[in-house]
């Protein structure tokens, strides 16, 4: 029988066995992550893995999306990259101590900013990005985690395939690994499938002695997993402005990818289960993470997309999962080193190949031919940016920009204007459609100042006035018109572009005529 307690929420049942064995599995997948992303940046295994611990905990527990994990990601690494690169240009003597003290002084920076963020509360604004981008951004994602394990079938130093037998090896048992979490769930439900695969795939290695890639085998020479609790330490900096300077840019980028990557992921997990986090919450609570990773010796992070799936798709709904999750590992890093470093890569990329097949929209498919071109162009290049440049911040921000410009370029050809004059003379022009930036040119060529008559209406009833340039179109309209010694009205303003034109400050004043259901604006000169 199926106990349900609550956990931190108490709006929310929570599945104590699902939560428990979905967070080991999740342990068992951070692992090879967390040291992968740390030699990226050239860090020792443990940065990595102390960075998973603390964003994986502290977010899990204060966060805005249970369920969702998170912990050291290569997205965030490859900025410590060019970081490390920019702290040898000016000290070519630095060592890989004070460079980690620089690293920790970013994070904790970025988790500041991190904070700032969800206190103004601006996580709404990840609502701009488009359908097509997030489209872009998952596939392209999928591609990544795919693609990410092919390392593994090559020799250590990454040059020569797998030959013979250890080729075939490694294939079977990644098959299997991915039969197991395809089948499994057809036949019981009980416990995750993706657990059963690495414990079944495991016990194989080790009962057959199979010569086979493990952990341990894709760790440096003297390396190890094994460590103690994740030491506390402020970094230890001289506090001037030429160090600010230094860490500020990489401090920027680390927290904006952060929350663009963990504010993505939250949607993703949110359409999954059907339910809504808080983004303002998450952003909080990923700054937090960050500090505190800072402080204690790791590289930082955010949220990371292949593990939330492994864990939604086990069924795991609350924060217990991410608690679990981060609490094994850190058994794993003080007790357990020794049996995790035996585990068999290939139940691993088994694991990864099927999370990058459920990651993967295949739905954008089937909606290929029913898209709008645009889209489908958003689609494809934030898709190829992200699988070309590994950078999710910025291909979401490439994609966000197109679809914007795209979006203008369409709403400024959709401008048009009704004419006709009434029985005293006067001329009217309907105007429909927005009046901004991009459609000014348009609006402009609608009038004929010198052969209208001596009173214009132009009415705004079906189109709104939008920003600077569409203010200084009319300034400029209402120019021309008193030169030519014409008056014209502007009728049926709405309450915030009344509100514009004001605080623009121009020739323009708003009035309100005899007849109530509409307001005026007529030029100050002809009142």
Request: proline letters at 4%; hydrophobic letters at 50%; one cysteine or more.
């Amino acid at each position: 029988m199926k106990q349900y307690l609550n956990l931190f929420d108490f709006k929310q049942k929570v599945d104590y066995k699902t939560e428990v064995l979905s967070g080991l599995t999740v342990a068992l997948a951070l692992v090879p992550e967390a040291v992968a992303f740390a030699f990226i940046a050239g860090f020792s295994p443990l940065t990595g893995l102390y960075a998973a611990f603390v964003m994986g905990l502290i977010t899990s527990i204060f966060g805005g999306r249970p369920g969702m994990i998170s912990g050291a990601t290569g997205a965030i690494a490859v900025i410590f990259v060019g970081l490390i690169v920019q702290l040898k240009s000016i000290n070519p003597e630095i060592t890989k101590p004070e460079i980690l003290q620089y690293v920790f002084a970013t994070v904790i920076l970025a988790g500041i900013m991190q904070i700032a963020f969800g206190f103004l509360r601006l996580g709404k604004f990840i609502r701009l990005v488009p359908h097509s981008v997030m489209f872009g951004f998952v596939n392209g994602l999928a591609i990544i985690i795919f693609m990410a394990q092919f390392p593994s079938f090559y020799q250590k130093g990454g040059k020569e395939l797998l030959e013979g037998t250890q080729m075939f090896t490694m294939v079977g048992l990644v098959l299997l690994t991915m039969l197991i979490i395809w089948g499994l769930p057809n036949i019981t439900k009980m416990v995750p499938s993706a657990l059963v695969a690495i414990c079944v795939v495991t016990a194989i290695v080790m009962i057959f002695k199979l010569d086979t890639l493990t952990i341990a085998g894709t760790l440096n020479e003297g390396e190890s997993i094994k460590g103690g609790f994740p030491p506390f330490g402020i970094p230890t900096l001289d506090l001037n402005l030429d160090t600010l300077m230094v860490i500020l840019p990489f401090a920027g980028i680390v927290a904006g990818v952060g929350l663009i990557e963990s504010l993505l992921t939250l949607n993703l997990v949110d359409e999954i289960t059907q339910t809504r986090g808080s983004g303002n919450k998450e952003a909080v609570a990923q700054g937090a993470a960050n500090i505190l990773s800072g402080l204690f010796a790791g590289m930082g992070g955010c949220a990371m997309i292949g593990q939330s799936l492994i864990n939604t798709s086990n069924g795991a709904r609350a924060r217990l999962s991410g608690i679990v999750a981060s609490l094994m590992l850190l058994v794993f890093i003080m007790y357990g080193s020794g049996i995790i470093e035996k585990l068999p890569m290939a139940s691993l990329v088994g694991l990864m190949f099927m999370v990058a097949i459920g990651t993967f929209e295949w739905a954008s498919f089937k909606v290929f031919n029913k898209m709008p071109k645009s889209d489908i162009f958003v689609m494809i290049v934030v898709t190829l940016v992200t699988v070309l440049l590994h950078n999710l911040a910025l291909a979401v921000l490439i994609g966000v920009i197109i679809s914007a410009l795209v979006f203008a370029w369409d709403n400024a050809k959709r401008i048009r204007a009704r004419k006709h004059i009434d029985e005293n003379g006067t001329k009217h022009y309907e105007i429909y459609g927005p009046l901004f930036f991009g459609s000014v040119g348009v609006f402009n060529e609608k009038f004929d100042i010198q052969g209208d008559p001596e009173e214009v209406i132009i009415d705004f009833k079906e189109s709104r006035i939008a920003d600077m340039s569409a203010i200084e179109a009319l300034n400029k309209l209402t120019e021309l018109y008193e030169k030519a010694g014409k008056k014209v009205h502007l009728k049926h303003l709405s309450p915030d572009c009344i509100e514009l034109l004001q605080n623009a400050d121009k020739v323009i004043d708003v009035n309100v005529m005899e007849d109530p259901t509409y307001k005026v604006a007529v030029d100050k000169a002809k009142l």
